[in-house]
């Protein structure tokens, strides 16, 4: 077996010189201190190796940078809150911003679509036009335009100059008095004697002259009807015997309100046709009456939404319309019932119209002073007003239903603010649905039914913690990490 050479005795020499010095520097390493790090650094340094500030980490001199240690981070204060999602906000603040809490609770969302509408009168119902009712001349117009009135209130006296109707009454007043002479004569044949005296056959033809005398007067009384006068008038001239110069057009009885109206039974006299002096023939238009106790609001879709809204009306699903106003908040009415779909769609538009049934009631009324007062009123909805229809579509249960101004939005990401004490922290939260009324938030552990959140303002709170985290100074400034 071959053996290996000696290595000559220099080799031998360096070999022993590198590990003792490799054995001097584990020793050192192992010793910390000022003192030592500079003969620890150049031991390393012959060996060919590169110190670190190990040390410099281990101890900090007298008059230098205090360290921060893992469990109390950049990111918290002194009281545990995480201040990049922490705000704390003065009572004044509050105030100005309108901050609300509220607490967190599961409902059950209705999914709806939005569909613009607009109040419109229930055709046939709404207006009632007012007629002349014969040819003359208007000498008295009681009622104003915009005034409230009442079922059989007079409106409008009118002078008869049609020739046609003065002979007609002048025709029912002689045929009537024919009828009484006739009758006095029956009655005087009848008194005379017994039978032989005065022949039955005298008395019998009187009796048939008096049947065809009534026959003609009930002809002449209907022809006056037909002329536009009412029984009430027709029976004024047999009783007074005079013919009738005058009559009073007075206001029909109203229709009936739809069921669920607190409204009473009101006309209001919309439009005024005539002037006083005027000539008008009959069936010339004297006034239109409008009775809004109930009316319809028109919503207008397009096909796509057409099944939802045919299957709304056939599942009787209420419907909630919105009413805007610019002083104050919005108005819901809540709970209306779909009255009808059109059997057809708009050809130009591509639009389905539907009707929501809308009862009315009066919110101001003004009866005025003393008897014979001109009484107007002011009801609360009013054709033309526009609204927006919410039709429901299907529901969700168990979720968490936010007002919008309790979710801010910052690029992709949705932020509540819970309340923890009196600081504000923000959570992020995953938004399922949103619309103009409401933020739908999935009850995934992000919020528990009970918090107490910020139901409104959120928008402005994120945009004061941005601010907060861009421009204020840093709490651990003048300290080196």
Known sequence: MATSPTPPWPVRLLSLVALGLLTLAVIVGTISGPGFQ?????????LGGRPTDGGAAEATPQGASHVHGDAHGDDHDHDGHDEKNSLSLSEQARRSIGLREGEVALSTFDLTIGVPGIVVE??????????APITGSVTQIFATEGEAVTPDQPLFEIR???EELVQAQANLLKTTEEVDVVRQEITRLEGIGPEGIV???TILERKYELQKLEAVRTAERQALLLHG???????EILVKRTLLGKIVVRAPAATAPHPGSTAEITLILQELAVERGQHVAAGDTLAILADHASLLVEGETFEQDIPHITRAAADDRPVTAILESKEGPEQRIERLEIDYVANRIDPESRTLHFYVRLPNEIVRDNRGDGAGSARSVE???KPGQRMQLRVPVESWAERIVLPTGAVAQDGVEN????????????????VEHRDPQSVVIANDGALFPGDTIAMTAAQQLQLALKNKSGGALDPHAGHTH
């Open 415 to 430: 932020y509540v603010f819970r309340v923890n004490g009196d600081r504000l922290d923000r959570q992020a939260v995953h």
């Open 38 to 46: 500079p003969l620890r650094d150049r031991i390393i340094r012959i």
């Open 229 to 235: 006068l009412s029984e009430s008038q027709v029976d």
């Open 122 to 131: 229930r055709r046939g119902r709404s207006k009632l036009t007012i007629i």
């Open 199 to 201: 022949a039955f056959k």
């Open 160 to 162: 008869l100059t049609h």
């Open 379 to 381: 009801w609360r909805y």
